[in-house]
């Protein structure tokens, strides 16, 4: 009861704060419950017998003493298992509230029981080490915080760097690390197989030595053995680590080469080097990190079809690498730690040079193996492409400039495409044709006919456009307030495509951001601001699978009948749209996280606003007089309704606004290739609640419900056991 109720109110404590549709809250924390719970749970196991004398009487009877602790062994992990099994109606009504990743559950889950086999294995041995079940609860409790607190870096930070990483890899939690994350691997299954042989070795030499004198022989064959064993199961442990074999359950393979990858990488017409630069004895923070980026690469070289070619250097040892280092741009990085009792600094490598005929791209750095597939595979992407696509961005009419508002969008884009700049300077903008790409970014100003014919005549001919359409003008600087732009961009977008972006603001009641904010006691608080819409994409293909995106104070999208009528010919793919809980607010005279706009709209007037919309279709073109549309010049355009989500304050803090930007710019410049690897754990899914009664039902019947009904049940189980041992039997004649 105490476990379930536990449990549950500390992962709604997490994660009604982060909002992310996701159970890793509750295995971050259960390591730790589960700590103190499992020693509770076996403590009683052996030492009970040893305090009534009954374990005497155990021994004596024709059983093996392997199959006493295996018995007892397996009742703990059962029982235990039975609190695990409490736990899990939290995925079952979190899933009504969010598209939760099943196949990273299922390996939680299952990193979580060989979480408990160990935890077990470690309370029966404490257990068989005394009569009292107090004393085998703390050396229990002891041994296993210790076990855990080893793998933190408050312990490792204290120790000499080999030393350390020894005593990390020991850790439970490092192991348990990466089956939180989705990832059953082979090495960490090795690593809790010989934990539990360890200790049950243990617990055996307790067990068995109680019916042999101390003094004779078979008493010193018996040590010599287990400790033979311990000793096995230990080594077995530590040299587990250079086995390899991993099964990555998550939804979106995210630790898994992607097929867009492997095709890429077996396509290759010729030999990509990839040098990685790594420290030969790393310190503690990096080793985990190194030993993840030294398996990506092997499997990298395994899909290439030996067109990947890894050479290992190691620059802390070898004066040569790191002269080779210095020539790839790759610095070393500093980490505090230990030696001989004195702080000290020591410079660790890991980054990675990419060589492909005469072009060079370098990673300087990898702190996470999450989104290095990406990295590298977009890096050997720019090196194989010969003539890069030209991305032009129209000025003069307001829009955000690209090395201004949109620097980290550049710079993104840059990767793989040119950028350039044209201004409007009253006669046109013939550049345009010169293009393949054209954004236009949230002009606020007047935009003549001449522009708009220039601009259609590029679609006509095959062009690919992207309008990030701002309907009001956001003025940040002083109180917050908004007021509407020049509509001529809104009108050609309707009269011509059909695309009808409201003179509007939109808001979601449920899916939106928490911010925080300034108080009037000094201190800080996060309040919901209904503004900044969290919003869900409504296709893959052309979004790359990211989930997501954050708006702020965006506009509604309608699509109408264009009044261009036969001259243009377009299919509409929506992309982007709040929850079923968004409106908009047509007045906009407060936006501000105060408003009462949010709190006084209708249930009847909620329903999903439309954000984003792709379009596709052929168009007469525009500097003719007769039409006569070419079926072989599609067009591409995108339309979004709000241009801040890209700007240079929205996208360094959610970067799944720009991973879904650039998956909109190759859908435009038809790279569609890198859009699933980019997508790859850009962001997780938000929970939704359809209502405040919901999140309740939710959170309080797995807080207060599941422990309510194990308590009900023990208590009607109790009530028929007293009646039936209450009922006089007698001899029926």
């Known amino acids: 009861v105490i476990f379930a109720g536990v449990s549950a109110y500390l992962f709604f404590e997490a994660a009604l704060l982060s909002g992310e549709a996701s159970l890793r809250p509750l295995f971050g924390y259960l390591p730790w419950i589960l700590a103190v719970f499992v020693p509770a749970a076996t403590m009683r196991l052996v030492a009970e017998e040893q305090r009534d004398g009954t374990l005497e009487i155990l021994l004596t009877q024709p059983l093996k003493v392997w199959n006493i602790i295996a018995a007892k062994y397996l009742t703990g992990l059962l029982f235990v298992s039975a609190g695990l099994v409490t736990t899990l109606g939290l995925p079952i009504l979190m899933a009504t509230a969010g598209d939760l990743d099943e196949g990273a559950i299922v390996a939680q889950y299952v990193g979580t029981f060989f979480l408990v086999a160990s935890f077990g294995a470690v309370g029966l041995f404490t257990s068989s080490l005394t009569r009292n079940q107090i ?69 055996y030499l307790n067990m068995r030595g109680k019916s042999i004198s101390h003094r004779s ?156 597939e990406y990295r590298i595979t977009s890096n050997i992407f720019k090196m194989l492409r010969r003539n890069p696509k030209e991305i032009g961005l129209m000025f003069g009419h307001g829009e955000k400039r690209r090395d201004q508002e949109l620097q980290i969008l550049r710079d993104e884009l840059e990767r793989h495409h040119r950028l350039s ?11 345009v044709a010169a293009v393949d790409v054209l954004i236009v970014a949230g002009p606020t100003d007047w935009i003549g006919r001449d522009i708009f014919a220039d601009i259609d005549q590029f679609l006509s001919e095959g062009g690919k456009a992207l309008f990030l359409v701002d309907s009001v003008r956001i003025d940040q600087e002083g109180p917050l307030a908004a007021k509407s732009t020049d509509p001529s961009l809104r009108d050609h977008l309707r009269e011509m495509y059909g695309v009808d972006v409201k003179d509007e603001v939109v808001f979601d009641v449920r899916a939106n951001e928490t911010l925080s904010f300034g108080s009037q006691g000094g201190g800080r608080v996060s309040l919901d601001f209904p503004y900044w819409v969290t919003a869900s994409t409504l296709e893959d293909r052309i979004s790359g699978g990211v989930p997501t995106a954050v708006f702020p104070w965006a506009a509604p999208i309608d699509i109408v009948d264009p009044i261009a009528g036969e001259q243009v010919e377009v299919e509409v793919t929506p992309l982007l ?48 007089d007769f039409c006569e549309k070419d079926p072989n010049a599609v067009f591409r355009i995108v339309v979004a309704s709000d241009s801040d989500w890209v ?87």
């Open 135 to 203: 004393v085998a609860f703390v050396i229990g409790l002891t041994i296993i915080m210790t076990l855990m607190v080893a793998g933190l870096p408050l312990v490792t930070f204290a120790l000499p760097s080999g030393v350390a990483v020894l005593v990390q890899t020991l850790s439970p939690l490092t192991h348990f690390t990466g089956m939180a994350r989705g990832v059953i691997d082979l090495r960490d299954i090795i690593y809790f197989v010989a934990l539990v042989s360890t200790f049950l070795s243990g617990t």
């Open 647 to 733: 700007g240079h304050t929205m996208a360094p803090r959610y970067r799944q606004n720009l991973a879904l930007a650039s998956n909109w710019i190759n859908w435009l410049t038809e790279d569609d290739q890198l859009a699933t690897v980019r997508a790859k754990g850009a962001t997780t899914g938000k929970t939704v609640f359809s209502s405040k009664t919901h999140q309740y039902l939710v959170q309080y019947t797995n807080v207060l419900g599941v422990p309510v009904a194990i308590i009900l049940f023990a208590l009607i189980r109790y009530i028929l056991r007293r009646n039936t041992m209450r009922k006089e039997y007698t001899v029926e004649s």
């Open 421 to 431: 700049e044209f201004e409007d300077e009253g006669n046109g903008v013939p550049e």
């Open 577 to 624: 749209a709040t929850s079923d809980f968004g409106a908009s607010d047509p007045e906009y005279r407060d936006i501000t996280v105060q408003s009462e706009t949010p709190n006084r709209v209708r249930k009847d007037e909620l329903g999903q606003k439309l954000l984003a919309v792709a379009l596709t279709g052929t168009r007469c073109p525009a500097v003719t």
């Open 217 to 372: 022989p078979m008493y010193r064959n018996l040590q010599l053995g287990v400790a033979a064993l311990i000793i096995l199961s230990i080594l077995v442990g530590w040299s587990g680590n250079t086995i390899r074999g991993r099964l990555d359950l998550t939804q979106s393979k995210l630790y898994t080469l992607s097929p867009a990858t492997e095709d890429l990488l077996s396509g290759l017409g010729d030999v990509v080097t990839i040098k990685l630069f790594s420290s030969k004895e790393p310190s503690p923070q990096v080793a985990l990190v190194s030993r993840d980026v030294n398996d990506f690469l092997d499997d990298m070289a395994s899909a290439s079809k030996g067109k990947i070619r890894v050479v290992r250097s190691y620059p802390d040892v070898d004066e040569e690498a790191k002269l080779e280092a210095d020539r790839y741009f790759i610095p070393p990085v500093q980490f505090n730690e230990r030696s001989g009792g004195e702080l000290k600094v020591k410079q660790n490598y890991l980054g990675m040079g990419l060589i492909f005929a005469n072009k060079m791209e370098t990673i300087p750095f990898v702190s996470s193996v999450d989104g290095l």
